[in-house]
C-alpha cells in the first residue's frame, strides 16, 4: 500500500530564538536542521520519496515538516517505520549530551515531540494530501502534556526550566539545588552568573560558529583591515565601545588587556575613520515566512488541482534556490544569515545595509520565487513573503528583541493584502516608534531617509505630527477629509526644512515619496518618518 505521510518536529519557535547569545540561535537551528536531515536521510534509505522539502544545491536548513511518498505491505510496518524514524531523530538530540548529568538528560528527553500522520494515496493525490494534514492537525491537538513544575532556580535563557550547569557565583535559595548540578569549564562558554538548563546547555555547546556578541554585526560596516590594527580591541567588538572600557565591565568578562591601553587605541580608532565611516551601535534582526502557505500548499490557488503534486515540489525547490540565494545576500560585512529553510527566514543585518538587504530579498523571492511559479501554472496571485524588522541596540538583551521581531511579522502579517513590513526601532531609551508597510511603499522609505541625510533637515516631522496628532481619533486615525490639508502642509514645511536651495526641485519628488507612504493610520504613517529620521542619524 502507498501512503503520505507528514512529519513534524516540535517545538520550533521557542527552540531557536530562547536565546541570550548569537550561538545560542545557531545552535537552535543547526540542531533543528540537522534534526530533520536524519529523519529525511532515513526515509530516504527505506525508499521514500521526498516530496518536500525538495534541497537543491547549497548548505540551507531543513524545515521541521516533511512529506514523503512511501509503500509498505501493511499498517504495522508503516507504525514501526514512524516509531523507529521518530527515535532516530530524538537520538540525535540525546546524543549532543556529553555529560552524565540527569538533569540535562531528563531535560533533553523531555523537550521535542515529534507528531506524524499517514493516509492511504491510491487516489487523488489531494485527497490524500487534505487527509494527512487533517490528521496531523488532530494528532497534535489530541496529545495532553503535563508540565510538572520543577522547584528551585531557573535557566537564565528560557526561564522555564531549571538550572543544570551554572558558572560561579551563583546563589541558590533552596540550598538543596546546588548539589546536584554541574558547574561550569571556560569550555562551556558560560558566562559568570548565568546558569543552563539542559535544553539551552546543549545548544550553546553545539556550535562553533565564530559570532558570539551582537557587537560583530553593528561594528562590521567598518572594514576588518582597520580593526585588525588595534592589538587589544580587535579580540572582542565589544571593546570598541567606550562604554565597555571600564573596570567592571573587564572584571565581569575575565578581561585581562590594560585598560589605558585599551582606551589609547580607542582613540586611534575613532581618529582613524572620522570621515570615513559611521560607528553605530544599533542593528536590525529580519524575520520572514511566505504569506498563505496554508492556502498555497492546499492548492486552493491551483486552477488545475491534478498539480497539486508536482506544485508541492516545485514550490519546495524554488524555496530551496531562494533559501541559498538568500544566504550570499546577507553575508558579511553587510551581515549573518542565521536561519534560512523551507519558507522562514531568520538574519541580523548591520544598519547601513538593511534597505538593501530587505530590497534585494523581496526582488529574488519574486524572481525565484513567485515568478516561476506564475509562469509554469498560471497563477493570478503573486507568492509573498511578509517581514518582520526590529531594529535595536547591541545591549538590549536578545531575547527581548527576538520576541519584538515575532510579534512585529505578526503584525505585517494582519495588513491587509500581506506583501509587507512591519519596522521596530526600540531605541535604549526605551522609546519605540513602529509603522506597518507594503513592500512596494517600502521603497520610499529609503529614498526619504537618503533626502534627510543630503537635502531636508527633519524639523518637518515633529511639526507634522504636532499639528495634526490631535486631531486624529483614539486609534489614532486621521479622517480622509483632511488629506489635502496635510499635504499642503507638508509641502509648507519641507519648504521650510531645505537645506541647501539648489535641491529645491527634490521638494515635489519627496512629496510625492512620502504620499506614498501615508496611510489611514495618523501615528503609523509619522512612525515611518521617524524610523527614516533614525535610521539617517545612525548612518549618514
Ligand atoms: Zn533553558
Redesign the pocket.
Known amino acids: 500500500m502507498r501512503y503520505l505521510f507528514l512529519l513534524t518536529i516540535t517545538p520550533v519557535q521557542d527552540f531557536i530564538s ?1 536565546a541570550r547569545k548569537l550561538k545560542d540561535l545557531y545552535g537552535g537551528s543547526t540542531i533543528l536542521s540537522k534534526m530533520s536531515e536524519v529523519g529525511i536521510e532515513y526515509a530516504k534509505k527505506r525508499g521514500a520519496t521526498i516530496i518536500f522539502p525538495q534541497q537543491t544545491e547549497g548548505k540551507n536548513s531543513y524545515p521541521n515538516r516533511f512529506l514523503i511518498e512511501i509503500s509498505f505491505d501493511n499498517e504495522d510496518k508503516l507504525k514501526s517505520f514512524a516509531s523507529n524514524m521518530s527515535n532516530e531523530i530524538l537520538n540525535y538530540f540525546r546524543n549532543l549530551n556529553k555529560t552524565k548529568s540527569s538533569i540535562v538528560q531528563k531535560h533533553i528527553e523531555d523537550f521535542f515531540q515529534i507528531y506524524w500522520s499517514a493516509s492511504e494515496y491510491s487516489g487523488e493525490y489531494k485527497d490524500a494530501f487534505d487527509e494527512v494534514e487533517k490528521r496531523l492537525a488532530g494528532a497534535k491537538n489530541s496529545r495532553f502534556f503535563s508540565q510538572l513544575g520543577e522547584v528551585g532556580r531557573k ?1 537564565s ?5 531549571n538550572i543544570a550547569i551554572y558558572q560561579k557565583p551563583m546563589r541558590f535559595y533552596i540550598k538543596e539545588q546546588r548539589k546536584k548540578l554541574l558547574v561550569a569549564k571556560k569550555s562551556d562558554n558560560i558566562q559568570h552568573g548565568e546558569g ?2 539542559g ?2 546547555y546543549v545548544k550553546r555547546k553545539s556550535t562553533t560558529k565564530g559570532f558570539d556578541s551582537i557587537s560583530d554585526i553593528t561594528i562590521m560596516n567598518i572594514p576588518v583591515e582597520i580593526r585588525e590594527r588595534y592589538n587589544y580591541l580587535q579580540n572582542d567588538n565589544q571593546l570598541f565601545y567606550e562604554e565597555n572600557l571600564i573596570k567592571e565591565y573587564f572584571q565581569k568578562n575575565d578581561i585581562d588587556y590594560p585598560l589605558d591601553e585599551c582606551l589609547r587605541e580607542l582613540q586611534e580608532f575613532k581618529k582613524a575613520i572620522r570621515g570615513e565611516y559611521k560607528q553605530t551601535s544599533y542593528y536590525a534582526i529580519v524575520m520572514f515566512d511566505g504569506d498563505d502557505m496554508g492556502k498555497w500548499l492546499s492548492g486552493q490557488k491551483l486552477n488545475d488541482k491534478s498539480r497539486l503534486k508536482e506544485f508541492h515540489k516545485d514550490i519546495s525547490s524554488y524555496l530551496s534556490i531562494f533559501a541559498t540565494e538568500a544566504n550570499h545576500i546577507l553575508k558579511e560585512p553587510k551581515g549573518i544569515t542565521v536561519y534560512a529553510g523551507g519558507e522562514d527566514f531568520l538574519g541580523f543585518v548591520n544598519i547601513n545595509n538593511l534597505f538593501e538587504v530587505l530590497q534585494e530579498l523581496n526582488t529574488q523571492f519574486n524572481e525565484l520565487i513567485s515568478k516561476p511559479l506564475k509562469e509554469k501554472y498560471g497563477l493570478s496571485d503573486n507568492f509573498t513573503f511578509s517581514a518582520g524588522v526590529v531594529i535595536a541596540h547591541y545591549k538590549t538583551p536578545l531575547g527581548t528583541v527576538l520576541n519584538e521581531v515575532r510579534k512585529s511579522e505578526k503584525k505585517a502579517k494582519k495588513n491587509a493584502g500581506k506583501d509587507s513590513v512591519c519596522f521596530t526601532v526600540l531605541k535604549r531609551s526605551g522609546e519605540i516608534r513602529e509603522t506597518v508597510l507594503k513592500f512596494e511603499s517600502f521603497f520610499e522609505l529609503e529614498y526619504i531617509t537618503k533626502q534627510l541625510n543630503k537635502n531636508f533637515s527633519d524639523n518637518f516631522i515633529s511639526v507634522l505630527e504636532k499639528e495634526f496628532l490631535l486631531m486624529c481619533d483614539k486609534n489614532g486615525e486621521l479622517d480622509n477629509s483632511l488629506n489635502s490639508m496635510v499635504y499642503t502642509e507638508l509641502e509648507r514645511t519641507l519648504k521650510r526644512s531645505l537645506k541647501i536651495e539648489s535641491a529645491k526641485d527634490n521638494i515635489v519628488l519627496m512629496v510625492d515619496s512620502i504620499r506614498k507612504i501615508h496611510t489611514v493610520n495618523f501615528r503609523n504613517f509619522t512612525n515611518g518618518l521617524y524610523i527614516c529620521r533614525f535610521i539617517n542619524k545612525e548612518i549618514g
Do not use: A, D, P, Y
Open positions: 530562547q535557566c535563557i528560557c526561564g522555564e526550566r543552563l538548563c535544553v539551552c
